[in-house]
């Protein structure tokens, strides 16, 4: 798997934001080769996108200078006020495909070895892990989490990314990370100060969005708060080990004892 789509390391977020592997592209084809020479079969469509895909050619027919933000837009204030009588004609699509999904997904995976089916598993525990990331970071930036500090390089990446010499964005990034390295101690200077005013900002932005987010009842999102609630279920091990290691010498202790006597 690791030869399929390998990150670059060492540099820095853009660079790795580049070359990540997308959804649909080469980490998926790689799974498909590993897995089943038979494709997955597609969760079918809610009812809502339904609505949209069967809706859209007109709404766009309609509104030819439309964005396709603008377009969505239309399309969920039409699909809120349709009658519940017509939203109930998607509704029962989706159950009759959904239903079909059920019966192909089944016969799938009867198809699969059990090394097959483990990398399957792995890969559905992967997904869901990465949406429930894109979710927390949507619901961070609605409540106007401060942006993290920028670093060094990556303050010298944004001035210098437009100029940079490259036929693609991965060709710019690596020419720069290679000019970065070869760069004196005096010439980084002035980014190093720059990244360490940004560090300052950003300490002080979360300390006042902390507060707020306590006023909110969200002390989930402290970082204090969260780094305790992490190494609670640590320290409950370590006390677990410790609590044995002493039961399991007192018993030695005892048994020693006894036969002593």
Do not use: H
């Amino acid at each position: 798997m690791a030869g399929c789509c390998a990150p670059s390391r060492g540099t820095g977020t853009l660079l790795d934001a580049a070359v990540l592997c997308r959804p649909g592209g080469a980490a998926e084809r790689c799974l498909s080769r590993g897995t089943s020479s038979n494709p997955r079969p597609k969760r079918p469509l809610t009812a809502y996108f339904r609505f949209v895909m069967d809706n859209r050619p007109a709404f766009k027919e309609k509104n030819p200078e439309a964005s396709n933000t603008e377009l969505v837009k239309k399309l969920a204030s039409a699909w809120k006020e349709l009658p519940a009588s017509q939203k109930q004609v998607y509704e029962e699509a989706r159950k009759t495909d959904w239903k079909r999904y059920g019966e192909q997904l089944a016969a799938y995976k009867a198809q699969l070895t059990p090394a097959q089916a483990a990398a399957l598993k792995e890969e559905r525990r992967k997904q869901l892990a990465r949406r429930r990331s894109i979710r927390a970071k949507r619901e961070l930036n609605l409540l106007g989490k401060p942006k993290r500090a920028r670093s060094a390089f990556n303050i010298f990446l944004s001035e210098n990314f437009q100029e940079s010499e490259g036929n693609s964005p991965v060709a710019k990034l690596k020419k720069l990370f290679d000019t970065w390295k070869k760069m004196s101690a005096a010439q980084k200077q002035p980014y190093l100060q720059l990244a360490q005013d940004d560090k300052v900002r950003y300490e002080n932005e979360m300390k006042s969005w902390e507060a707020k987010m306590i006023e909110l009842g969200r002390e989930d999102l402290v970082r204090s708060r969260r780094q305790t609630l992490k190494k609670k279920p640590a320290e409950t091990a370590k006390q677990t080990k410790t609590a044995k290691a002493k039961a399991s010498s007192s018993g030695k202790k005892a048994k020693l004892k006894k036969s002593e006597e």
